[in-house]
């Protein structure tokens, strides 16, 4: 009888590698019906019975309840693809997926798991390289457009598309801020030389539009402190507590003189505002917002080169920000705050609109998906077809590549490229083509040099050529998709068990060591 070594829960060799297979697999399956412009969504429904659809695969893992560790690592992939490149989640989860699934063929007929890591570096590394051979120059409406399709926002990804494409040349992803509203159509979407924020008025005694705007940013409570709220007094007739409330109701309108007597002639606030300072402010004709979100306060502050208070007390006319125009105009039946003319000219706002909420979310999301590409294509200037081409060329050309490495580690370059194939067979499934016959016409078709820009055909069948469709994506979105499932692959193949292991000690408890 074996002895135990230790009070760990292992898992042998094979049986991990093969759980962990399992799961990349399942972890692909399930995203995989959403490749595509013909691809499905999902229902995503909380504990609270809050439901989102969507078939953006970054939105999909995000919210998944996974408590596997090897699937919270694939789904890592999909977190640093849409970091990097906004888009493309979904092909590079499926991507792991099939490499794995690939691996697995592999590990039975006995190959260590390190020679196919190795071979699986290799075909990664050799595919950036003919990527290059790939780049393309296309117009930016094209990368949107390709950006939207298969999404809520295809309908009207025309108008989509412009607006996408004119805030991404007028400024960097950080100064664009996004609102959505429902209750119109997706084409009254806009966008302006400015900033939107999703605020109002706190007293309706405030003027709704105010020109040649000062702004005051505070990020604390204009009241009362704490400690002065919290003070329990002892009265003994009517005139101490009309006295008490009197000092009080001075107190704070001396507090909302502090910010106008700095100049300012709108304020925006971080936390809440005192009632008794409101009617205060309002009675002075300065517009103000309370509970505004920290983000809209940050590119309040980049725009118009405010600074943002903490210190009331302090608050001079240096520490305000500047604008043309200040105004609240309403969007149905909701208002808006409008800044415009700031001296920060970069920043841009998008309103999208939609006839709900759950469109108006699911049309945000593809937005900013869009957005992100659009901008990545602009700064880089580097291209390729989509609709699976760039895939199926690699595919060719690694397993061409495959014949000049030597060993085992063929073999790995072989299945790598096998597995490529799994983005134009998905997008023809998710058609409801056969994916077998796609595969075989794309093959024919790409087997000349001269042909490296077919795709499949999601809406008639077969195979047509990308390019001269419009349909284009970023280069960095395809490098990073390969990139990024290659790595994942060869880091869960190296592991060989699995082990629950104790908490390692802290600081201050027994048994840490320096």
Do not use: W
Not at 98 to 119: D, F
Not at 127 to 134: G, R, T
Not at 487 to 496: G, N, P, Q, S, Y
């Amino acid at each position: 009888m074996t002895e135990q070594v230790t009070d760990a829960n292992q898992k042998q060799q094979a049986t991990a590698q093969q759980v962990n297979i399992f799961a990349a697999k399942e972890i692909a399956n399930f995203v995989r019906s959403t490749l595509g412009p013909m691809g499905m969504d999902k229902m995503l429904v909380d504990q609270a019975g809050d439901t989102v659809v969507t078939n953006d695969g970054a939105t999909i893992l995000r919210t998944m309840n996974v408590t596997h560790p090897t699937a919270k690592m694939i789904i890592e992939v999909a977190r640093t693809q849409e970091e990097n490149c906004y888009d493309g989640t979904t092909s590079s989860i499926i991507l792991t997926g099939e490499l794995m699934k690939q691996a697995e063929g592999l590990l039975a007929k006995k190959i260590h798991p390190t020679m196919i890591v190795k071979g699986f570096k290799l075909a990664a590394n050799q595919a950036e390289e003919y990527l290059e051979n790939l780049t393309i120059d296309e117009d930016l409406l094209s990368v949107a457009k390709t950006a939207m399709t298969g999404k809520s926002a295809e309908t009207d990804k025309d108008v989509l598309a412009e607006i996408c494409v004119d805030v991404a040349q007028a400024a960097k992803l950080s100064d664009i801020s996004v609102i959505k509203r429902a209750g119109a159509k997706v084409g009254d979407s806009a966008a302006i030389a400015g900033l939107l924020i999703d605020k109002s008025m706190v007293h309706h005694a405030m003027p709704e539009t105010v020109q040649d705007a000062k702004i005051a940013l505070i990020d604390v409570d204009v009241t009362l402190p704490d400690f002065a709220q919290q003070m329990q007094v002892q009265v003994s007739n009517n005139d101490a507590v009309e006295e008490f409330i009197a000092k009080r109701k001075v107190q704070l309108q001396a507090l909302a003189e502090k910010v106008i007597s700095s100049g300012a002639n709108v304020l925006l606030c971080l936390r809440d505002i005192d009632k008794l300072a409101t009617e205060h402010l309002a009675k002075h004709g300065i517009y103000a917002a309370r509970r505004v979100a920290k983000s809209d306060m940050e590119a309040v502050a980049k725009a118009t080169n405010a600074r943002i208070v903490s210190d009331i007390d302090n608050i001079t006319a240096s520490d305000l920000g500047t604008a043309d125009l200040f105004q609240e105009v309403h969007v149905g039946d909701e208002p808006l705050i409008k800044i415009t003319g700031t001296p920060n000219s970069t920043a841009v706002s998008v309103l999208l609109r939609a006839p709900t909420k759950h469109v108006v979310d699911e049309i945000g999301r593809a937005f900013d998906d869009a957005v992100g590409v659009v901008s990545l294509a602009y700064s880089n200037g580097k291209m390729l077809a989509g609709g699976g081409s760039s895939f199926m060329y690699l595919s060719r050309m690694l397993k061409q590549f495959a014949s000049t490495v030597g060993g085992r580690s063929q073999m790995a370059v072989e299945a790598f490229a096998e597995a490529l194939e799994i983005i134009p067979a998905t997008l023809a499934e998710n058609s409801g083509l056969d994916p077998l016959d796609t595969l075989i016409e794309l093959r024919t078709a790409h087997s000349s040099d001269d042909s490296t820009t077919y795709g499949v055909n999601v809406y008639e069948g077969g195979v047509i050529d990308m390019l001269a469709e419009g349909v284009v994506e970023p280069f960095s979105v395809v490098s990073q998709a390969i990139q990024s499932a290659s790595e994942t692959a060869a880091m869960i193949l190296r592991i060989d068990n699995i082990i629950t292991a104790k908490k390692l000690a802290e600081i201050g408890e027994d048994g840490f060591q320096y």
